[in-house]
C-alpha cells in the first residue's frame, strides 16, 4: 500500500506495512510479532516517536557494553530480521559480536528463512540455526532455551531486541550483561536488563552502529567510564518521566477546549 508522504504517521505506517509484508510473502514475522509491534508503537506514540535523551544515553551505554565484551552477541528474532537485518549486520561488524538467530515461535523452515534475510544484508555467519542450537538454557520452557554454545550460551553480553521477560531473566541468571531494545519502560525485559533502549529498534539500530563506531576510535577507558556512570533504573525512570509529561501536557491541552467542565464543540 503506498503511503502519502504528508500522512503524520507516514514513518509508522511504513514500517508497519514492512512487517506485514514480510508476515504475508515471506513467513519471516509471526501474527504475534505483528501484535508486539503494535504494542511497541503505543508506547512509540507517547514517547513522541523520536530518539529521546535517556535512550541517547542507554544508546552509548550498550555500544560501550558491546565494545568491552569478549564475547558479544546479537540476538534475532523475526520483526528485528525484517526491521533492521543491514544495521544488525553492521553493529556486528563493528562491535565483532556474533549474530544468532533465536525465535519464540521456531521452525527450522522459519530459522532458514530468516537466515537468509540476514545473508543478504551481509552477514557472513550465523548462528543458531538448527542442529546447532544444541545448547539449553534449563530455566526456559519455551523453544527459546535452545541456543548456539559457540552465540548466546556463551556470550558475556547479548543485545536482545524486542524481547519476553522471561529470557532476559533466564541470561541474567546466567550471568551474563543483557541490552534490550523495548518502547515499553514498564515491561519485564526493560525492568530487568542491565541496559534498556526505550525507543524503536529502527530508529536505534543505526544509533547504535553510529555510536559503537565512534566509540571505536576512542581510548577503550572512555567506553569503561560511560558504563561506570550509566544507571539503567534512573534512566529508565525519565523515560517513564517523559511519558507522563507528554500524557500531562496533552491534559492540559484537552481542558483548554472545555469551558465549565464542558467541552467544546469545534
Ligand atoms: P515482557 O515479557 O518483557 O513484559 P511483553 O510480554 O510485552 O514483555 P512481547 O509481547 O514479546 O513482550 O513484546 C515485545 C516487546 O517489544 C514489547 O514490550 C514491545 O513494546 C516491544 N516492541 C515491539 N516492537 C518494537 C519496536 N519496533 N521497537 C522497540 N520495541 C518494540
Known sequence: ?????????????????????????????????????????????LLGEKTTSPALRAIEAGAAAMLLAEKPV?????????????????????????????????????????????????????????RHASARIHELGSERRRVDPAGIYAADVVLVPLEDGDRTQALLKMGKKVIAVDLNPLSRTAQKASITIVDNIVRAAPKLTDAADELKREDPKRCQEILASFNNRKNLNESITLINQ????????????TVGGKRLEL
Open 1 to 45: 500500500m503506498k503511503i502519502p508522504p504528508d500522512h503524520p504517521r507516514a514513518e509508522s505506517l511504513e514500517t508497519r506495512e514492512k512487517l506485514i509484508e514480510k508476515y504475508a510473502a515471506k513467513g519471516v514475522v509471526t501474527p504475534a510479532g505483528l501484535i508486539a509491534h503494535g504494542r511497541g508503537e503505543a508506547f512509540d506514540y
Open 246 to 257: 507528554k500524557l500531562s501536557s496533552l491534559a492540559e491541552k484537552q481542558k483548554d477546549l
Open 74 to 130: 546479537i540476538s534475532v528474532n523475526g520483526n528485528v530480521a525484517a526491521l533492521v537485518a543491514e544495521d544488525i549486520v553492521k553493529l556486528s561488524e563493528i562491535t565483532t559480536a556474533k549474530i544468532e538467530v533465536n525465535l519464540f515461535y521456531r521452525s527450522l523452515d522459519r530459522e532458514k528463512i530468516i537466515g537468509k534475510l540476514l545473508e543478504k544484508a551481509g552477514a557472513k555467519e550465523i548462528l543458531g540455526i538448527g
